[in-house]
Structures are given as structure tokens and as C-alpha cells.
T-cell receptor, first 114, second 109 residues
Framework: EAQVTQNPRYLITVTGKKLTVTCSQN?????MSWYRQDPGLGLRQIYY???????DKGDVPEGYKVSRKEKRNFPLILESPSPNQTSLYFC?????????????FGEGSRLTVL | GQNIDQPTEMTATEGAIVQINCTYQ??????LFWYQQHAGEAPTFLSY??LDGLEEKGRFSSFLSRSKGYSYLLLKELQMKDSASYLC??????????WGAGTKLIIKP
């Protein structure tokens, strides 16, 4: 089954404790992206990757890191989480280019930073 | 600059028809997308328009006018399960999606 898998789905952590949210897709997609979604603000892009070893900042990259060492995986790293990073996070992938807009989303990771 | 706008919330009656509008401004355009998102779930792709006109897919249709920077999503024969947020987004010249904040659609019996 074609899917994007994120882990963990739910996480409560404390300020400053490094965490990683994993994302994996099995569709051989070139393009992957991370979004956060907050009430009233819609989806905001954090980072994206057009292909392996190529990553770019989105609209709200501060406080986050990513890597794309292999095509299927695109982890999101919070080196020193703060309460303003409490949010619902989505990983997404697409074939890229003209099909870039047809995104397949993971189920989401709800993060709470105390 | 780029921007995209859609109503925050709409209410409709089960069995009726509702039209959700979306307006956008951009210098580079590679298509308009609609997604559906149920509360607490991930968005799912609904439709894609790159040429002017109407695209029909079952009970859902999407319309695009590039000259007016305008799109709408038309939902017919509304069902309670259509209660969700509907997200409009366009693909810019760099093939990046620019998202609207979403329209929360409430269906009443």
C-alpha cells in the first residue's frame, strides 16, 4: 500500500530535549516536505527536499533541521524544542515538478513541548 | 507578491449544494489544487485545475479562471461526512504550493 509514515504520532516533551520525527514514503517520490499546522494559520511549510541531498527552507524553518540522505526518508529534527513549536506536524511527498501539487500526507504527529 | 484567500467558515444543509470560493494573486502559476481535511486528520487531494474551466469528479467539481485569479469547489448532494475543512492551494513558478488557510464547512441536517 502506497503510504507516508510518520513517527511518533503523539509526543509530549520538555523544553530543550532534542527530538526527531521520522518520515518515510514507499512511493519512490522525489519531493518531500514538512508542514506544521496551527489553528487559524493553515499549513505552513518548514522545509522541503526536491531530491536526495537537496533541502531548502520553507516559510518557517527556524528551530528545525532536516536531512535527506536517502530517497524514502526525510526526518525532522528539533535540536532544542520550545513551547512555540507545539503543533501538529505533517510530512508529505509527491512525484515532483508538474505533479508537485498532488501531495500524499502522513497521518500527522501531534507534538506538545512543555 | 503572492497571496491566496478563502472564506473561514461556511454552513450548508444536508442534500444541498455549496460553493467554496478561492482567490489568488501570483506572477507564476502552475495549477490550482483543492484538498479536504477532516478534523484531526491529514489533508487528502481532491482536485487539480491548470486550464480554465470546470473539472467534474462525482459529487465534487472544481472551476478555474486564470485571468481572474479565481477558483471554486462545488459540492453537490451534501452528506454529513462532507463536514471538513477545504484547503485551496496554487503551485507557483518554483513548483511550490502556496496554501490558503482553509474553509471549515459545517453541514446541518
Amino acid at each position: 500500500e502506497a503510504q507516508v509514515t510518520q513517527n511518533p504520532r503523539y509526543l509530549i516533551t520538555v523544553t530543550g530535549k532534542k527530538l526527531t520525527v521520522t518520515c518515510s514514503q514507499n512511493m519512490n517520490h522525489e519531493y518531500m516536505s514538512w508542514y506544521r499546522q496551527d489553528p487559524g494559520l493553515g499549513l505552513r511549510q518548514i522545509y522541503y527536499s526536491m531530491n536526495v541531498e537537496v533541502t531548502d527552507k520553507g516559510d518557517v524553518p527556524e528551530g528545525y533541521k532536516v536531512s535527506r540522505k536517502e530517497k524514502r526518508n526525510f526526518p525532522l529534527i528539533l535540536e532544542s524544542p520550545s513551547p512555540n513549536q507545539t503543533s501538529l506536524y505533517f510530512c508529505a511527498s509527491s512525484p515532483g515538478d508538474r505533479e508537485a501539487g498532488e501531495l500524499f500526507f502522513g497521518e500527522g504527529s501531534r507534538l506538545t513541548v512543555l | 507578491g503572492q497571496n491566496i484567500d478563502q472564506p473561514t467558515e461556511m454552513t450548508a444543509t444536508e442534500g444541498a449544494i455549496v460553493q467554496i470560493n478561492c482567490t489568488y494573486q501570483t506572477s507564476g502559476f502552475n495549477g490550482l489544487f483543492w484538498y479536504q481535511q477532516h478534523a484531526g486528520e491529514a489533508p487528502t487531494f481532491l482536485s487539480y485545475n491548470v486550464l480554465d474551466g470546470l473539472e467534474e469528479k462525482g459529487r465534487f467539481s472544481s472551476f478555474l479562471s486564470r485571468s481572474k485569479g479565481y477558483s471554486y469547489l462545488l459540492l453537490k448532494e451534501l452528506q454529513m461526512k462532507d463536514s471538513a475543512s477545504y484547503l485551496c492551494a496554487f503551485l507557483d513558478s518554483n513548483y511550490q504550493l502556496i496554501w490558503g488557510a482553509g474553509t471549515k464547512l459545517i453541514i446541518k441536517p
